[in-house]
């Protein structure tokens, strides 16, 4: 039973986080007060559903508990029978009508969360990731990981950024359309990184988190939605780029979960109405002037669009890289160039540009790099070379679906069959 309640605590966590913390923040105003509220009340949930049984709506539980206990943290520091009635006025106190949290939720709340975090009195840096925080529930070290510095600066950054959106009294809403404008491209950034976690998670055993891809989608229609009549390109370039990646979700695990890599996915399992959705907002997109998402969205239309891994056409996909990382540089987007120039150029040259980009130091914690230059080597014949690449990547990754496939790799590049090919 107490695995039981475990798992599901764990399954409310993973897909309803945000959710939970984005309706807490609109009730009590405080980001830190709503985060502690939530932890406490899932753990409770532990103790509480391995003996009382799993509640019918576990969210709206969470709500409810965190709810209270937020309410008990406002008594024990507020002194005054003044400011206890403020609270009542606020709908905090237990006399307030309970809003059915399961059927009548505000829909824009996790909207109305972005915005905020994105306020342009916050860094860049610490808009991010408070979203990723409070939105997706990944814990600081992942985080820090994204950006690539150590935890504690991480940590610094989302305390920093939560005591500032309370004491400057950043509304929690979203902002009039001539206000939105300023946000968009921090909003934008979140709403992919988002994606992105769903798509590839961090750690645990799925690859695949579908609740955050989902959510990234929906987010990203709402803001494209405000944006109308003329939204822009960037925007509509965005949710094209979502759809397209994520139409192919069903066939990137098999049915053991492990990886399957793009050239031998069975492409009959790809999600072919969310491509067909997806083309014309790809046009719509680049015709409007899109780069950073128009770019991205294109090249993985020319991948979702090829019937057969060999149609695909790499020398038009080596070129959008080319532009994309002339507009916006960045050693990931060098290291998916790289990727490209293997398939059109050969890995030799490939691994050149792979070696360049490690060579930098940037991404020498990303284990993406390690797996790209072990499968150059592996291209290549360097089986033993190739190994040591595996094994870097191996110690780098945190996902059980992704270490699975680099020790399957690994054990390839280890036995005489793999070395003889």
Not at 71 to 92: C, F, M, P, S, W
Not at 141 to 146: G, K, Y
Not at 248 to 267: C, N
């Amino acid at each position: 039973m107490l695995r039981d309640a475990a798992q599901a605590v764990e399954d409310v966590y993973r897909s309803d986080w945000g959710r939970i913390v984005a309706t807490l923040i609109r009730m009590v105003g405080d980001f830190e007060l709503a985060e502690e509220s939530a932890q406490e009340a899932f753990s409770a949930a532990v103790d509480q559903w391995s003996t009382g049984g799993i509640p019918d709506h576990p969210r709206a539980w969470i709500v409810q508990t965190a709810r209270h206990k937020a309410i008990d943290r406002i008594r024990h520091k507020v002194r005054t029978q003044e400011k206890i009635e403020e609270y009542v006025a606020n709908g905090l106190a237990p006399e307030s009508i309970e809003p059915n949290y399961d059927t009548e939720e505000i829909p824009d709340d996790r909207l109305r969360l972005i915005f905020t975090c994105c306020h342009p009195a916050l860094a860049p840096e610490s808009q991010v990731g408070l979203t990723l925080r409070t939105l997706c529930g990944l814990e600081t070290d992942e985080i820090a990981r994204a950006f690539l510095v150590p935890p504690t600066t991480m940590a610094q950054r989302l305390v920093r950024a939560k005591r500032k959106i309370r004491d400057a009294g950043i509304p929690y809403e979203v902002p009039a359309t001539q206000d939105m404008v300023e946000r968009l491209d921090a909003v934008m950034t979140v709403i992919y990184l988002v994606f992105n976690e769903g798509y590839a998670a961090t750690r645990g055993g799925p690859l695949v988190r579908e609740g955050l891809c989902a959510e990234a989608i929906r987010l990203g229609r709402l803001v494209r939605a405000l944006t109308k009549p003329n939204p822009p390109a960037e925007v509509t370039g965005l949710l094209a780029l979502m759809l397209m990646q994520d139409a192919r979700r069903d066939a990137r695990l098999d049915d053991a979960g492990d990886v399957v890599v793009l050239e031998e996915q069975d492409r009959s399992k790809w999600n072919h109405a969310q491509i067909a959705e997806a083309l014309p907002l790809v046009e719509e997109s680049l015709y409007g002037g899109s780069d950073k998402y128009g770019l991205q969205a294109a090249i993985a239309a020319l991948h979702c669009t090829a019937k057969r891994a060999e149609d695909t056409d790499w020398g038009q996909i080596l070129s959008l890289y080319a532009v994309l990382e002339r507009r916006h540089p960045s050693p990931v987007v060098s290291l998916n160039r790289a990727v490209a120039v293997a398939m059109v150029h050969g890995p030799a040259q490939a691994l050149a540009l792979i070696d360049e980009i490690a060579q930098s130091g940037e991404l020498a914690e990303y284990h993406l790099l390690h797996a790209a230059r072990a499968d150059m080597l592996r291209r290549m014949g360097e089986f033993a070379e190739a190994a040591k690449s595996y094994q870097r990547a191996l110690e780098l990754a945190t996902n059980e679906s992704e270490r699975r496939f680099l020790e399957r790799r690994l054990r390839e590049m280890r036995t005489p069959a793999a070395a003889g090919r």
